[in-house]
């Protein structure tokens, strides 16, 4: 099985072609480098990767390297929610544009599969938890609002060509090679214990994220990939299921720690 890995010099992105690799899947790696890594890149190939260099909004750039390509996991994004207000019309660019011309290739070579990976912030502020699929999608940022609209071309792309679309809503996630100016509050915690320093916890610590490994997000796009769907699209929560509070994760830190 053929698969091109957008975002492949990415944080999970990397991850995910990895995985695929040692599964034994032929892996076409894109990535324009603006924010991924090389050493990610020089990793892949030399696992048997063949990366490309490029925008995911060109259009016969795609139409090239999704030429013999069984499956897409687009993962190529700007992802973070403070940037996406200073740059929302880029946010929307790369994030919005960037998926429909992923898509378009993909339909034009008659790719059948496409898992994208969304983010648990299309649902803005939790109206009950735990936050399922159904819950009302209500972004609170342009970056928000931008997997919303990527998930809406997916889902219209599917019904109209059928193609097999599924999006991946992730939560917080964490692991080795994490871009500190991304980073969550699991790499903040891990950087200052390392240091000696004590954690820095913004109000009463009483508040609770869903952590999830990015080993495990990487299994789920390779499930997501070989696994036929109940549904021509699909939108699932990636996700441990399990909340922690702030002061939980700092309690458990800091006792490993000492």
Not at 81 to 88: C, R
Not at 97 to 122: D, H, I, M, N, P
Not at 165 to 173: D, E, G, Q, S, W
Not at 186 to 197: C, D
């Amino acid at each position: 099985m053929k698969v091109l890995v957008t975002g492949a010099a990415g944080f999970i992105g990397f991850h995910v072609a990895k995985l695929l690799l040692e599964k034994g899947f032929e892996v076409v790696a894109l990535d324009n480098l603006s924010r991924g890594s090389a050493s990610r890149v020089k990793a892949l190939e030399e696992m048997g990767a063949s990366f490309v260099e490029g925008d995911v909004r060109d259009l016969d750039l795609l139409l090239d390297v999704t030429k013999g390509v069984n499956a897409v996991a687009h993962l190529a994004a700007l992802i973070s929610v403070e940037e996406s207000f200073e740059k929302p019309l880029e946010y929307v660019s790369v994030n919005v544009e960037g998926t429909v011309a992923v898509l378009e290739a993909g339909v034009r070579r008659g790719v059948k599969k496409f898992v994208l990976a969304s983010s648990a912030a299309v649902y803005g502020d939790p109206q009950y938890l735990p936050i399922d699929e159904a819950h009302p999608l209500r972004p609170k940022s342009p970056y928000g609002a931008s997997k919303v609209a990527a998930e809406a071309f997916a889902e219209a792309y599917s019904r109209s060509y059928g193609i097999e679309a599924i999006a991946l809503r992730i939560f917080n996630v964490y692991g080795p090679g994490q871009n500190p100016e991304y980073a969550g509050v699991i790499s903040r915690f891990v950087e200052r214990a390392v240091k000696g320093l004590p954690p820095v916890i913004f109000g009463d610590g009483g508040q609770t994220r869903d952590f999830v490994h990015v080993e495990d997000v990487a299994e789920v796009f390779y499930r997501a990939l070989t696994t036929s769907a109940p549904s021509k699209f699909l939108a699932v929560n990636v996700a441990s299921g399990s909340p922690t509070s702030i002061n939980e994760l700092a309690r458990l830190l800091w006792r490993k720690r000492g």
